[in-house]
């Protein structure tokens, strides 16, 4: 008999669950089916959203939709790492989010908005004399992009912030259906080689490289590759990073001079996320190779520990000359770990952001290095450790307290952990949605 009444038991619970779920429709993220009739269109589709949203000291942007064939980035969950305190980033709880909805405003996915935070400046070539550049700035408009599912019935994009229902921005959707009416869906030609995705991948792109000076770009990238992986802390895990040098013909938008400094190498985002997307390759984190024969290259700097939420959108970018490699290993400092500059900005008013070389204290890397030397960055009262990249392009190395460093915001072996030593997320139709889940 108590057989019989626990087969009797599960059939009540079956069929209450049953009339909840037809009582209650998808009107919030967290009651989002991963397998309804919007992931299987997203599956046979072969094409995602590439929106691109710009942020201004006052206001946001959504400033363009594109179709892309292509999938979504493969979402990672950290074993070792969760996402930072409201203390060390209090602007993760009330940030932008963007949200996609349908004509009953049903959310059919949401992921928040990851802005980089500064924008860094190559230091000058070793033996070029001082100039009046400076080494880091907050442009006025900084932009981002989101790799969403395409929807076949989503109307309208907005952000939103916080708590407030009330979008601050919105956006139809119309110009991606008109898209995909006269788009067909194309194979990755890179789909056979994907490596797992429990690896840190490097992508590197070309940008403004003919069909004829493509050889010398694979030159300048494998250059840049060996030199990443030579030395820590990714020589040690170089079976767990892949390096992916990517050819493609067009421009990124990409040039030197930007914002009116000289060797400042700037590119459209937009255009880098797209022919990221399109490459095929999985990619962590990005590096621009740009043909441009003057010595030029940049990087971003990203709030505290946003790497966990979107570590490609702070890209570095380099030209091609025979600097090409060392000012890729330092915008990448910048770029993948957070570095801060290691010499002392003259020319400006203080722009610090916390980092893992250049503290209050030399205690906090005393276990690792015993070198404690005044003045870094935009703080002349604080102190580096031992002489690396992130001081001069006469070092191909990184210092010890930026690799090993274990306090916030992390140095670069403890963020590289994060994406060797993680479990991905199940191959589902929108990850953006399930990493949000399982968030909770």
């Known amino acids: 008999m108590k057989y019989v009444f626990f087969i009797f038991l599960a059939l009540v619970f079956s069929l209450t669950f049953a009339i909840f779920l037809a009582a209650h429709p998808a009107h919030a993220l967290s009651s989002i089916d991963v397998n309804n009739e919007h992931s299987v269109f ?96 907050k442009p006025e408009r900084i ?115 930007c914002h009116s400094i000289d060797r400042l190498l700037c590119c459209d985002t937009h255009l880098v996320m797209n022919a990221a997307i399109f490459s095929g390759y999985y990619h962590d984190e990005i590096i621009v190779i740009h043909n441009t024969n003057i010595y030029s290259g940049g990087g971003y700097r990203e709030y505290g520990t946003d790497y966990i939420y979107n570590s490609a959108i702070s890209y570095a970018t380099t030209y091609n000359g025979p600097l090409t490699a060392k000012v890729a290993l330092h915008e990448f400092g910048h770029s993948f770990g957070n570095l801060c500059d290691e010499y002392v900005y003259n020319t400006e008013g203080y722009i610090y952001s916390s980092c893992v070389n250049c503290i209050s204290a030399c205690i906090e890397w005393i276990a690792v290095s015993s070198y404690c030397n005044r003045g870094c960055d935009a703080r002349r009262d604080y102190f580096r450790p031992e002489n690396s990249i992130m001081l001069s392009l006469d070092y191909s190395f990184f210092n010890k307290p930026s690799i090993e460093a274990e306090y916030f915001p992390h140095g670069l072996r403890k963020r590289l952990m994060h994406f060797t030593e993680t479990i991905p997320v199940p191959k589902v139709s929108f990850p953006g949605v399930l990493m949000l889940l399982l968030d909770e």
């Not at 349908?102 to 959310?107: L, P, R, S």
Request: charge should be neutral; proline fraction near 11%.
């Open 143 to 257: 932009q981002t992009v989101v790799v969403a599912p395409y929807f076949e019935k989503a109307t309208q994009v907005s952000i939103i912030l916080g708590d407030i229902d009330t979008p601050v921005k919105s956006r139809s959707l119309a110009p991606l259906h008109q898209q995909y009416e006269k788009s067909t869906p194309r194979l990755f030609q890179n789909s056979n080689t994907f490596p797992s995705p429990t690896g840190f991948n490097i992508l590197i792109l070309s940008s403004g490289f003919s069909d004829s000076q493509m050889n010398q770009f694979t030159s300048r990238a494998r250059e840049v590759k060996n030199l990443i992986l030579s030395i820590q802390p990714f020589s040690s895990l170089k079976s767990n990073i892949n390096v992916h040098i990517h050819q493609q013909k067009s421009d990124l938008g990409c040039a030197p001079g």
């Open 42 to 137: 997203h599956e046979q589709s072969g094409f995602v959203a590439v929106i691109s949203i710009s942020q201004t000291i006052d206001d946001y942007e959504i400033d363009a939709l594109e179709l892309q064939p292509g999938s979504l980035p493969r979402k990672k969950v950290s074993t070792q790492l969760g996402p930072p305190s409201s203390s060390e980033i209090p602007s993760r709880q009330a940030g932008p989010v963007l949200v996609i909805s349908n004509a009953k405003g049903e959310v059919l996915f949401s992921e928040p908005l990851i802005f980089p935070a500064y924008q860094t400046i190559p230091p000058l070539p070793p033996g070029h004399p001082p100039d009046n550049s400076p080494s880091i700035i």
